[in-house]
């Protein structure tokens, strides 16, 4: 079984894949009568031209440090993007490019931080490391299939830091 261990998530490490989005660094605006500070367009957000944003609500169950990935995912169709809506670290799984995924990463994104997968980004299923696992969701509505599945044939342990 190949073992690998999740780093932290920063969005150097994370640009091949997709876009973290979080409140480094200043707000772009201040904002609501100067009590809000605005972190402009985080995302690089792609549906398709046949495709459009919906906001879903994922409800995950918690998994457990060594996680064992069997399947990894992708959308060839528009990116997806992931809100968690609690402060809690939680397991982002991605895999390089190719017809096939390549070497697979894992990141721990730290409480605040949210991600967006490139359109076709090969990637995890939604992955909290403690309840809740719950978790806003942009992505693609379409009328063409957006899911492409594909099972290892190793499974790769993942570690923690």
Same mark, same amino acid.
Request: charged share 15%; proline share 10%; aromatic share 8%.
């Given at each position: 079984?190949?073992?690998?261990?999740?780093? +932290?998530?920063?969005?150097?490490?994370?640009?091949?894949? @997709?876009?973290?989005?979080?409140?480094?660094?200043? +707000?772009?605006? &201040?904002?609501?009568? %100067?009590?809000?500070?605005?972190?402009?367009?985080?995302?690089?957000?792609?549906? @398709?031209?046949?495709?459009?944003?919906?906001?879903?609500?994922?409800?995950?169950?918690?998994?457990? $440090?060594?996680?064992?990935? #069997?399947? !990894? =995912?992708?959308?060839?169709?528009?990116?997806?993007?992931?809100?968690?809506?609690?402060?809690?670290?939680?397991?982002?799984?991605?895999? =390089?490019?190719?017809?096939? +995924?390549? +070497?697979?990463?894992?990141? &721990?994104?730290?409480?605040?931080?949210?991600?967006?997968?490139?359109?076709?980004?090969?990637?995890?299923?939604?992955?909290?490391?403690?309840?809740? @696992?719950?978790?806003?969701? !942009?992505?693609?509505?379409? #009328?063409?299939?957006? $899911?492409?599945?594909?099972? $290892?044939?190793?499974?790769?342990?993942?570690? %923690?830091?």
């Amino acid at each position: 079984m190949a073992q690998i261990q999740a780093l +932290p998530l920063t969005a150097r490490a994370f640009a091949s894949f @997709g876009d973290v989005l979080d409140c480094a660094g200043d +707000p772009d605006k &201040i904002i609501n009568l %100067g009590l809000c500070g605005r972190f402009h367009d985080r995302a690089k957000l792609d549906f @398709g031209p046949e495709g459009r944003a919906g906001v879903s609500l994922f409800n995950a169950e918690p998994r457990a $440090l060594p996680y064992q990935l #069997e399947m !990894v =995912e992708r959308h060839p169709e528009g990116c997806q993007t992931f809100v968690p809506m609690h402060q809690n670290p939680w397991l982002v799984i991605v895999a =390089e490019p190719g017809d096939i +995924p390549g +070497p697979i990463h894992a990141f &721990i994104a730290a409480p605040g931080q949210a991600i967006n997968f490139h359109r076709g980004t090969w990637h995890g299923v939604l992955t909290p490391l403690q309840a809740p @696992g719950l978790f806003a969701v !942009v992505d693609r509505i379409g #009328e063409t299939p957006n $899911l492409q599945e594909f099972w $290892l044939k190793e499974t790769v342990s993942i570690t %923690g830091p």
